[in-house]
């Protein structure tokens, strides 16, 4: 078996790694395809170097995000649950639905914390009551929040 040749990717390569990984491919591969096309450089110490400051910094911003959204959680956990008011029929129906956007919204509102709405989860409401809906703030933070349909 040929030896293998390590390299640091300039670019994201589908099937082989994102912007700054270090891979070991072929060496053709390397010789004829990735380093002509600018997509790697080869490893020295100093791209070593460059490649271990670019993974700090990426371990810092992570983290900073991470705080971020802890102290969200933490004030969205003090309001704990929000009222919706949706128009409802006399059999306690809803007309329309509640959508994850008004969810972000009343939370906007009670805790004054942005939300984006592609990361709440909510079961289907189609009726007045109480459901419970999970708010996914980071990958490793995950806030849950009552919420209150009422009628209007």
Do not use: C, W
Not at 73 to 83: F, N
Not at 113 to 140: F, M, N
């Amino acid at each position: 078996m040929a030896k293998r040749v390590q390299l640091v990717l300039n670019k994201d390569v589908s099937k082989l790694g994102r912007l700054g990984d270090l891979v070991e491919v072929a060496p053709g591969f390397a010789r004829n395809y990735l380093i002509p096309q600018g997509m790697a450089s080869k490893v020295t110490p100093g791209v070593l170097k460059q490649v271990e400051r670019r993974r700090e910094l990426e371990r810092q911003r992570l983290a900073e995000l991470k705080e971020v959204a802890l102290t969200q959680k933490q004030a969205i956990e003090a309001v704990g649950s929000v009222a919706i008011a949706k128009q409802a029929g006399e059999t306690g129906a809803i007309f329309g639905t509640v959508t994850n956007q008004d969810i972000a919204d009343a939370i906007q509102q009670a805790a004054n914390q942005e939300i984006d709405r592609r990361t709440v989860t909510l079961p289907d409401v189609h009726s007045l009551g109480e459901y419970r809906a999970d708010i996914k703030l980071h990958p490793e933070v995950t806030v849950s929040v009552t919420v209150q349909v009422v009628a209007a």
